[in-house]
């Protein structure tokens, strides 16, 4: 089967994980389950340790910069030294925190029911300097919600908005944000663009040169099935010369050269390497993340983003017929959607009966969180409307 673009469509890759055969993992927006070869790249990596003597002064820098090209290559970046590696995306927000000269009257615009990771942040900036935080929240409506809120965050972008901080789809509903118009609105005040797109990259094509942000954090261990503690963060030239949160010695300028590395060098390697954390060339963690890209580099997001529609259209259908609401199909992910009850009724008691049925979804804000990826099949989302369907008919009684 060829999909529109004439690459041949995905069939279900189960076979590359460990998933229990009676288990529906729908999901990955919790955390991506760990790929056998993910898992193997690991465990090579764990044995490297055993023999000290066999690591080269040239591992500490060859693995790191082959998952920054294999980063790079996934957004569109156009060399791999914008891309820094950190631990999580609160470290990478911090940077960018530090490196935003937002003064008294400015503002930072965030969404409402935003991840927290970038909420604390941008909340103790704002204190500090006497800013102040704009939260744009989700429109209370039923009916073209992600429409509205897209213009309500355009609306409120002016003159006095020193950042704009958003992800690329809600983090508990999937609702899709317009980034590109947004960027394009936000450039034109002069505000910076810092993009999260931990739970869409990797599973939904993103493009460097046409969003043109200022900051790109994707987080690991979910879209991108990489391990826990590594966040991947492109810096525009913006951050060209940003100062880090950490000073550590393979950030510099000839850290390659480990018996010059007490002449201090002032000076930091080239580009983004600055914002690296301290130890960021882990020997069980990099390798799982660079196969983890080639991976991804295979499946390929648009490929991995039409199998999600396809496997989850129909179901989509069943649930809304069953009344409850889920976004428009046009302004929201196929990889990640919320299932929210109609006005005057409740999920109470859904999450349960999801579990015991052996479904695994998340409770995010008021949804129900759907994430399935390219280990789902058509009757993983059959299994999740028929407990649906139970659980409107014992509601009903």
Known sequence: MIDSKGSPSL???????????????????????MSRRVENAGLSGLRSRRNPHEIHS????????SVRRGFAQLIGAT???????????SYAVATAAKNIQAVRGDEILLLGEQFPSHVYTWRRLTEEVGARLVVVPRPNENSEQGRKWN??????????????????????DGTLFDIE??????????????????????????????????VLICAGYKWLMGPYGIALTFWSERFQDGIPIEENWITRRGSENFAAL?????????????????ERSNFVSIPMMREALTLIEEWQPARIQNYCRMITEHAVKEIRNLG?????????????????????????????????????????????????????????????????????LKKAR
């Not at 040239?58 to 910069?65: P, V, Y």
């Not at 060399?79 to 995306?89: C, E, L, R, Y």
């Not at 008691?349 to 998340?362: D, H, N, Q, T, W």
């Open 11 to 33: 069939t279900s890759q189960r076979n590359e994980f460990f998933l229990p055969p009676d288990l529906s993992y729908l999901n990955c927006a919790f955390m991506s389950p």
């Open 58 to 65: 040239t591992d500490f820098f060859d693995s790191s910069d």
């Open 79 to 89: 060399t791999a030294i914008q891309i820094s590696i950190g631990p999580s995306v």
């Open 151 to 172: 213009e309500r965050i355009l609306n409120a972008i002016n003159p006095q908005t020193v950042a704009v901080c958003l992800p690329v789809i809600h983090w508990t």
């Open 181 to 214: 118009l947004i960027a394009e609105r936000a450039r034109d005040v002069g505000a910076f663009i810092i993009i999260d797109g931990t739970q869409s990259v990797g599973a939904l094509p993103f493009d460097i040169g046409r969003v043109k942000p200022d």
């Open 262 to 278: 007490v002449e201090y060098a002032d000076d930091y390697q080239a580009g983004a390497i600055r914002f690296d954390v301290g």
């Open 324 to 392: 409850y609401l889920i976004e428009d199909d046009k302004r929201r992910a196929h990889h990640l959607f919320g299932i929210r009850a109609p006005e005057g009724r409740s999920l109470a008691g859904l999450p349960e009966m999801l579990f015991a049925r052996k479904i695994s979804v998340s409770v995010r804000g008021s949804s129900i969180r759907v994430a399935p990826n390219v280990y789902n099949n058509v009757k993983d989302l059959d299994r999740l409307v028929d407990t649906l369907r139970t659980y409107s």
